[in-house]
Nanobody, 120 residues
């Protein structure tokens, strides 16, 4: 069984910074893409940033230059450094990891979500 556990959300003033982390555990053979999504109230879940095994990154236009995604394969962790936060960054943030288990079954797993609130 595979589980993703997120940490690092909270309340911050506009212009501040937060760091989110997401660690995978369980019956894991390999991990391909890792990503962060966010969902504001009444809106769909949108991709914030992604990172491949070869460390190619992709960012939503709204966060380019402010957010940085990184991964630690040994620790099975993906992180999101968020700087110059704006009120419009307020949302529940979800991590995802595309994991192949020891039975060679691959699927996308999701974290439980962590609230990020930016006060203006």
């Amino acid at each position: 069984q595979v589980q993703l556990v997120e940490s690092g959300g909270g309340l911050v003033q506009a212009g501040g910074s937060l760091r989110l982390s997401c660690a995978a555990s369980g019956d894991i053979l390999s991990i391909a893409n890792m990503a962060w999504y966010r969902q504001a109230p009444g809106r769909q879940r949108d991709l914030v940033a992604s990172i491949t095994v070869s460390l190619t990154t992709n960012y939503a236009d709204s966060v380019k230059g402010r957010f940085t995604i990184s991964r630690d394969n040994a620790k099975k962790t993906v992180s999101l450094e968020m700087n110059s936060l704006k009120s419009e960054d307020t949302a529940v943030y979800f991590c995802s990891q595309d994991i192949t288990n020891m039975n060679h079954h691959a699927q996308r797993y999701w974290g439980q979500g962590t609230q990020v609130t930016v006060s203006s």
